[in-house]
């Protein structure tokens, strides 16, 4: 690594021990939005949160998780089936084989339960790596990334953490300067902060905690 890089990390751990003490100042323990009461739960609804918001999600999942075992019966349901409870999350055709087919790796391998290693949740159809570490993050505090949905990688290039666009390279310079203990509440910090006042198409600086700080802060111009 250059030299010139090595003070630039060291310059963004310590602005991220900064953002850790101010966050926490205003929300000690952020929480994932999602309701779900197990694992498997929660890889539903997850799966079901991308496009979607997570209060819609939630609407959808009480009458599924009421009427539908998770994953036995939904691995047996027709795909028109799963299609009408999840249809107004959008993109229902594609989640719904996704449901289906998570539902029927997790009966036929891992006896109905969600494994607990990245390597065995990603091999699971309809799984990638930002949802296998929602719920390892959330189910057994044991997360191997950062969670970057597109909240996370806006706010992680507006406050300076990394200058691409690409989740997979914005995941690795976000693990590279996080501490691992607050990999899973860095990511919830940044998702509330970017369905508040830093929104993509406006910010709302004028009502932003972070605007004596945030490089990227109309107030500071
Ligand atoms: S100061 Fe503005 S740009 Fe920076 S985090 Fe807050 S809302 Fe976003």
Redesign the pocket.
């Known amino acids: 690594m250059k030299k010139s890089e090595l003070r630039s990390l060291k310059a963004k751990k310590a602005w991220v021990q900064d953002l850790i003490k101010v966050f926490t100042q205003y929300n000690s323990d952020p929480q994932c939005e999602l309701d779900y009461d197990s694992p498997e739960e929660l890889l539903v609804a997850t799966i079901l949160s991308a496009q979607c918001t997570d209060k819609r999600v939630n609407i959808v999942t009480k009458k599924l998780f009421k009427d539908c075992k998770i994953p036995e019966e939904l691995a047996t349901w027709s795909l028109e089936k799963i299609e009408a409870y999840i249809f107004s999350t959008g993109f229902y055709k594609n989640k719904a084989k996704s449901l289906k087919f998570m539902s029927q790796d997790l009966v036929d391998h891992h006896k109905s339960k969600v494994p607990q290693k990245l390597a065995e949740l990603i091999q699971l159809r309809g799984v990638g790596r930002k949802t296998a570490n929602v719920v390892l993050g959330e189910c057994f505090n044991a997360p191997e990334g950062v969670v970057v949905d597109t909240h996370v990688g806006r706010?992680a290039k507006?406050?300076g953490l990394t200058a691409s666009e690409n989740p997979v390279k914005i995941e690795q310079d976000l693990m590279k300067v996080i501490p691992k203990e607050y990999w899973v509440r860095f990511a919830h910090w940044l998702i509330l902060?970017g369905r508040g006042?830093?929104k993509s198409r406006k910010?709302?600086?004028e009502k932003?905690y972070?605007?004596d700080v945030?490089p990227?802060?109309?107030?500071n111009f």
């Open positions: 706010l507006r406050l902060h006042p830093c910010t709302h600086c932003c972070l605007s945030c990227s802060s109309k107030l």
